[in-house]
């Protein structure tokens, strides 16, 4: 077959070296006809037998860029995870916020959360707020298309009162936790403020403590539950289930690693006894992978899903929060506004997708995906709130256009920090931990161990898409698709090196995705245009909605338990909830300010 092209070409711009991101259009990848026709095949026939797809959205917690095989690391093996990277669209120019409250609360609503008040810092265990209750979620929208929600492991969207709970927000069920981190065996949490501690348990089923859950890991706890919800389900009606991980974040600061002495010991070779342990955690992560993959073709239901694996956040590495995941070659860690703290490892799998495998470079954020997954099981716009995530999924299967050229990544005033990204350009302003994490973190895990193809076509999602009839792509095309989806950085003979403690930043990040080279005096109209789209973003924000720690919360007072303590303390915790009309009365969606800057700027 012949391969064609069509490249679409943006505007000229008004401002110099300014462009929207060109995107080329591309046919079907080369396979073999009997194996595309099949493929074909598959999809018109579950279109034709299932009412709506259903929808699987697993969320890595803490997960580096470098941590997965398909972005190029030999280091810690993947096979699951990169199975269904390969089959689906690696989502290569893909961003999440930079902890993990703000990106959960974006990714089930729709908004970015300087327009939820979920912007600065995370929910603590003892601090009486969450996620606005006149905010619907995904699965309340997917009611509205008769699917049935479940949502297994981490919550972190607020616990105080009941109607911030999993199940009050439009969860069928919930087996996990409310808060951040947890032990992975013994599931309690310890925290610690300036004069006041806690130490409890937090695991329920629904809304009832689960001691039966007590000693058990927790990846596998969530696996199991995440089974046995697709084996129980009626297969005719439609499935969404958000299977939230612990893994691989840090657990407890007393024993901040675990795993089970056998995951740790497949991995021997690697030298590093902290880097050993995550290795532990992430291989047990990916065989979850495999055994939710293997449940659904089981059940026969696998040809009608939508699968969408994504981190949170970027991963902290090199000892951030006493963890050692890797965003080589990214800078940064978690919690900062560098691409390693924003750049997320994410792919969608599904027979829907008409342009898979391929590696895609459309501009998306962790807050289109309700949009996008509302769409493609069949809702309309007109069902949604006002919202600042965009519908990628036409963009995604047909490997169109990205409706996205700009995102935010964060405005804090109280941190002084900020970063916005127009195009191919980035603009930074100020840093966190006054710039000690501001530097390329490995290990890079290129060398000391090849990467096992073998692994791959043996591993349980492998035998799955191999059993429906669309095995994972031929090794040479899987070695084209991992090296297009590795970053690879040459610094500039003249670079000028970025010192956010002492100036603005500004990255062609299409060029230079490791931020080695500060162009903030070479550009200085898009630092100019840039900057006013930052003071456009921050017109809009409304006031965070962070409380003070709430003492009795502690645990101790409710039988060393963690639980929703404003329903059951005097008084109730008033004055909780922000004012709908207040926190909307000035907010401007993402479509709208992309509209502005077009129009003021002459993009």
Known sequence: STKKSLRVLSPRPAVPGLRLPSVLLTMEEKHSRAIQFLFIFILELSTATSKSPHIILIVADDLGWNDVGFHGSNQIPTPNIDSLAYSGIILQNYYVDPICTPSRSALMTGKHPIHTGLFHHTIASDAPYGLPLHLRTLPNYLTQLNYTSHHVGKWHLGFFSYPYTPTARGFTSHTGYWAGMQDYYDHTIFTQHRHTAGWGYDFRRNMSVAWSDYGNYATDVFTNEAVNIINHHDAEE??????????????????????????????????????????????????????????????????????????????????FDLNHASNWPLRGVKD????????????????????????????????????????????????LDNMDGMDMWDALSRNKESPRNLMLHNIDEERLISAVRVGEWKLMKGTTYNGAWDSWYGPDGRSGRD?????????????????????????????????????????????????????????????????????????????????????????????????????????????????????????????????????????????????????????
Not at 275 to 283: A, P, Q, T, V
Not at 343 to 367: D, E, H, T, Y
Not at 587 to 597: E, F, G, K, P, Y
């Open 238 to 319: 439609p499935l969404f289930l958000y299977l939230a991980h612990l893994a691989v974040h840090s657990a407890n600061t007393y024993s901040p690693l675990q795993a089970p002495q056998d995951a740790i010991d497949r991995h021997s070779y690697i030298k590093d006894e902290n880097r050993r342990k995550f290795s532990g955690m992430l291989y047990k992560l990916d065989e979850s992978v495999g055994k939710v993959v293997d449940a659904l073709n089981k059940k026969k239901i696998l040809q009608d899903c939508i699968i969408v694996f994504t981190t949170d956040n970027g991963g902290p590495a090199a000892g």
């Open 336 to 383: 900062t506004l560098w691409e390693g703290g924003v750049r997320g490892a994410s792919f969608v799998w599904s027979p829907l997708l008409k342009s898979a495998p391929r590696v895609s470079k459309q501009m998306m954020n962790i807050q289109d995906w309700l949009p996008t997954l509302f769409s493609a099981v069949g809702g309309k716009s007109n069902q």
């Open 451 to 603: 990467y096992n193809l073998t692994e791959l076509h043996e591993s349980k999602v492998a035998n799955a898409l191999a059993k429906l009839g669309v095995p994972i792509p031929s090794d040479d095309k899987i070695v084209a698709l991992r090296k297009e989806a590795d970053v690879t950085c040459k610094k500039p003979a003249k670079a000028s090196p970025c010192k956010p403690t002492q100036q603005v930043c500004l990255f062609k990040i299409d060029e230079d995705p490791c931020e080695l080279n500060n162009l903030v005096f070479k550009f200085p109209d898009i630092v100019r245009t840039l900057e006013g789209t930052l003071r456009m973003f921050n017109s809009t924000a409304v006031p965070p909605g962070n409380k003070p720690i709430d003492p009795r919360a502690d645990p101790k007072f409710w039988g060393y338990t963690w639980t929703n303590w404003c329903d059951f303390v005097s008084g109730g915790c008033p004055g909780a909830e922000l004012d709908k009309d207040e926190m909307e009365r000035n907010i401007l969606w993402d479509h709208q300010i992309q509209s502005m800057v077009r129009q003021k700027y002459k993009l």
